[in-house]
């Protein structure tokens, strides 16, 4: 079947503009995670989505990061007045139950 | 806090010879393990569960909690498993759904 889907797969943007980077989990996946990967840093969590509910935000590095789900399904994750420090690959991954996360191909962010 | 520790940043073997991608991890409960893999240009992907006990393209991976270790195991490399190996943890029934990963191992299986 369809794995989870990312778009867009590279967005580069001025600094100090705002990005929308969107996530279609696999269909009937209750849990959507996101986490973005970079040299310095690894891979790093950013925010889990139970339903529509976020019980866990531990990960998010700013209050210029924000995210929402809707529907139980996809999801939207919003970086405002975007920085250099956030150039990144941001990763979306969902599950049902515990039985592991599957990821998405990723977007590609660049903060000129 | 929970932690996982992989050691090796770069892991070469010669086709046919046996791996080990070594993970240690530190957690205070009962965690969930995992091991990803990455191939070039393509996305991370599940390769094992601790729970599942299961081979997937001939590697295998044990959880040691007396040594807080689950490292990767294939008695006989393929220039195929080169890639980028992450291990990762979860807590487990009660604790934290997140995986906190590793800084991953490349290996490269040379002809």
């Known amino acids: 079947g369809a794995g989870v889907s990312q778009s867009p797969s590279n967005k580069v943007t001025e600094k100090g503009k705002d990005v929308e980077l969107r996530c279609d989990p696999i269909?009937?996946?209750?849990?959507l995670y996101w986490y973005r990967q970079s040299l310095g840093q690894g891979l790093e969590f950013l925010i889990y989505?139970?339903?529509?509910?976020?019980?866990?935000k531990s990960g998010l590095p700013s209050d210029r990061f924000s995210a929402e789900r809707t529907g139980g399904s996809v999801s939207t994750l919003t970086i405002q007045r975007t920085q250099q420090e956030d150039s990144a690959v941001y990763l979306c991954?969902?599950?049902?139950?515990?039985?592991?996360?599957?990821f998405g191909p990723g977007t590609r962010l660049l903060v000129l | 806090a929970q932690r996982v520790t992989q050691p090796e940043k770069l892991l070469s073997v010669f086709k046919g010879a046996p791996v080990e991608l070594k993970c240690n991890y530190s957690y205070s409960g009962s965690p969930e393990l995992f091991w990803y893999v990455q191939y070039s240009r393509q996305r991370l992907q599940l390769l094992l569960r601790?729970?599942s006990r299961e081979s997937i393209k001939g590697f295998t991976a044990d959880l040691n909690k007396g040594e807080t270790s689950f490292h990767l195991k294939k008695p006989f490399a393929q220039e195929e498993d080169s890639a980028m190996y992450y291990c990762?943890?979860?807590?487990?029934?009660?604790?934290?759904?997140?995986?906190?990963f590793g800084s991953g191992t490349r290996l490269q299986v040379q002809p």
């Open positions: 269909s009937g996946h209750t849990a």
């Open positions: 989505f139970q339903g529509n509910s976020a019980p866990d």
């Open positions: 990762a943890l979860s807590g487990g029934d009660t604790g934290r759904r997140a995986l906190t």
């Open positions: 991954a969902s599950s049902f139950e515990r039985l592991g996360q599957y």
């Open positions: 601790h729970i």
